[in-house]
């Protein structure tokens, strides 16, 4: 099994050497070579792996399936925030959680399920809190956008 997270890098650039274009033209021959044996997973938004395959039809021709997982939900981005930061074993107290679900509604759409932004927000908070200097605390302030 071959799992490509962000497979959209693999869209060439047009620019120079392209190790991309290389990369994509390999992948497609061994996706026929070796299609017994071989399971690749090409993993990403949907609009750029949409991108991806149309760049090359080598690609879609060699695709039995396409899976759509939803994006998270307001609520399980909120349970997101809420581990990473009893992970890390910092406190907080409704108004911090409040402070995030407000920032979640503020984003909206440009935060479309993204976990990793959420755990880049609870990193930044946790800088914030240090700069502060709270030990292992973190208030609503360090989840200003």
């Known amino acids: 099994v071959l799992f490509i997270d962000e497979a959209y890098s693999l869209l060439p650039s047009g620019h120079g050497h392209d190790f ?18 071989l399971a690749v997973v090409l993993a990403g938004y949907p609009a750029e792996i949409d991108e991806l395959i149309r760049s090359n039809p080598g690609i879609a021709s060699r695709l039995a399936y396409r899976l759509h997982f939803a994006d998270f939900t307001r609520d399980e981005l909120l ?3 809420r581990r990473e930061m009893e992970r890390r074993q910092y406190q907080y107290d409704h108004a911090t959680i409040t402070a995030i679900r407000s ?15 959420i755990r880049t ?25």
Request: charged share 30%; glycine share 4%.
């Open 121 to 145: 927000w609870v990193e930044q908070a946790i800088h914030r809190a240090a700069v502060a200097r709270r030990a292992n605390v973190l208030a609503p302030e360090d989840f200003a956008a």
């Open 103 to 117: 920032r979640i509604i503020r984003v909206g759409n440009k935060l479309p399920g993204n976990a990793r932004d």
């Open 79 to 81: 349970d997101i925030a």
């Open 20 to 37: 991309a274009a290389e990369a994509l033209s390999e992948l497609i021959v061994q996706m026929e070579t070796a299609r017994h044996d």
